[in-house]
T-cell receptor, first 115, second 110 residues
Framework: DAGVIQSPRHEVTEMGQEVTLRCKPISGHNSLFWYRQTMMRGLELLIYFNNNVPIDDSGMPEDRFSAKMPNASFSTLKIQPSEPRDSAVYFC?????????????FGPGTRLTVT | KQEVTQIPAALSVPEGENLVLNCSFTDSAIYNLQWFRQDPGKGLTSLLLIQSSQREQTSGRLNASLDKSSGRSTLYIAASQPGDSATYLCAVKRTYKYIFGTGTRLKVLA
């Protein structure tokens, strides 16, 4: 398996623009997580999907952020409009089952810079 | 609310030393604890997973222990090498959520 795949790996955009980050989880995994990592706040959970359904979006910073999982093999995280404070590394991760004590597998991340 | 703390925040050691990284958590009701390695500009790589019923796990030069009652885990790295230089993160899982520590930045000097 190729592991968790994220695209793009780097994104530079201007304030106010829409940004879409993409994730393909490991095949067979039914739980997907989006995280944001910054120096100041470390790794923060943004949203969690189980069987393509958003279960917990309490970590989404504000209405400018939205996430979808239209099927088991694809998820997007959208920021509209983007702001400089959104600059961070965004990670996607998947696990086999939400209720199992299994390992979490991370993608390589998308480094977002908003100027 | 679960809080995860890692001490020290940074560590610099000469090659060959054995070292211990610490992770503490406030709520002992966890499913598991996972140790990750993160290289600069990269994602997180899982090193060891300890189930809540286990006391320790070993992989090569790495050994992780778990003491749920005291809310502590340690990652022991034997005979450290420059290639071990990275940030090490621990994460505890309760229900579906993983709560991460802020990491220990390790530098092993040749």
């Amino acid at each position: 398996d190729a592991g968790v795949i994220q695209s793009p790996r780097h994104e530079v955009t201007e304030m106010g623009q829409e940004v879409t980050l993409r994730c393909k989880p490991i095949s067979g995994h039914n739980s997907l997580f989006w995280y944001r990592q910054t120096m100041m706040r470390g790794l923060e959970l943004l949203i969690y999907f189980n069987n393509n359904v958003p279960i917990d979006d309490s970590g989404m910073p504000e209405d400018r952020f939205s996430a979808k999982m239209p099927n088991a093999s694809f998820s997007t995280l959208k920021i509209q409009p983007s702001e400089p404070r959104d600059s961070a590394v965004y990670f996607c991760a998947s696990t086999p089952l939400s209720s199992s004590p299994g390992e979490q597998y991370f993608g390589p991340g998308t480094r977002l810079t908003v100027t | 609310k679960q809080e995860v703390t890692q001490i020290p925040a940074a560590l610099s050691v000469p090659e060959g030393e054995n070292l211990v990284l610490n992770c503490s958590f406030t709520d002992s009701a966890i499913y598991n604890l996972q140790w990750f390695r993160q290289d600069p500009g990269k994602g997180l790589t899982s090193l060891l997973l300890i189930q809540s019923s286990q006391r320790e796990q070993t992989s090569g030069r790495l050994n992780a222990s778990l003491d749920k009652s005291s809310g502590r885990s340690t990652l022991y790295i034997a005979a450290s090498q420059p290639g071990d230089s990275a940030t090490y993160l621990c994460a505890v899982k309760r229900t579906y959520k993983y709560i991460f520590g802020t990491g220990t930045r390790l530098k092993v000097l040749a």
